[in-house]
């Protein structure tokens, strides 16, 4: 075939490939005047897609703003001792606790909540340690609360 024809034909594909639009990102959520604890100064956080995307002074943003002079921007915290039973999960997260380890509660409940954890919005992300282990009739048993 000559180089030609398959100019041609290459240019005849591509003419008839469908264009791809750009992901455009949402305009999400910009915290202006907040301390961050790796900055003395306040600083401007962008959120977008429920990720934080930028962290700098001075961010241009169209959307929507909080002014959080006086605020301070922590992490989410983990807890690793946790009996999530006796918590519903979206409160554990409002605590500020983005990832919990249960330890001790009934293997199939807590595994589930592992599962489930992998969702978004359920709340905080969750490891388990399975069943409690305690001597027959011993606590917690016999405090008449365990699961």
Known sequence: MKPLHLFFICLLILGCSKAQEPERPTEGLLLRNVLVTSSAEPTDILIQDSKIKLIQKGIEHS??????????????????HVHLGFFKPREVLSGGLTTVRDLGWEPSLAFSWVKDSKQPEWGPAVLAAGPMLTAEGGYPLKAGWAP
């Open 63 to 80: 959307g929507e703003a909080l002014d959080c002079s006086g605020l301070t921007a922590l992490p989410g915290f983990i807890d690793t």
